[in-house]
């Protein structure tokens, strides 16, 4: 499975963006596609994770109440809407797949299969 993140770019501080995770091929099944973010010299963090099969949700505490994903089955990809977006936010942004996921694999970053390349989201103040 090949995943395109898709969507980045510059926006001022308040503003929204949103992200698209495409797959390659097949169905997300019972799969759990999360995106992740990071910024140079820190750690990788979860930002939210959606298990495609039941459609629960698991979000980084940080974007809580102003990032909102979803996915399209006729598209096979996952949305990330960021709204109130702040400087801290800006980050290379990563979806990801874990395989045959159970609930308490969902925020393990090693236990994701596929990663696609990341797209930049810049916040400005």
């Known amino acids: 499975v090949q995943l395109q993140a898709s969507g980045g770019g510059l926006v001022q501080a308040g503003g929204s963006l949103r992200l698209s995770c495409a797959a390659s091929e097949g169905a997300f099944s019972n799969y759990a596609v999360g995106w992740f973010r990071q910024v140079p010299g820190k750690e990788r963090e979860l930002v939210v994770v959606?298990?495609?099969?039941?459609?629960?949700?698991l979000y980084g505490e940080s974007v809580k109440g102003r990032f909102t994903v979803s996915r399209d089955y006729a598209k096979n990809t996952v949305y990330l809407q960021m709204n109130s977006l702040k400087p801290d936010d800006t980050a290379v942004y990563y979806c990801a797949a874990q395989r045959e996921v159970i609930a308490s694999t969902m925020a393990v970053q090693r236990r994701y299969d596929f990663w696609g390349l990341g797209t930049l989201v810049t916040v400005s103040s």
């Open positions: 959606i298990r495609w099969s039941t459609g629960s949700t």
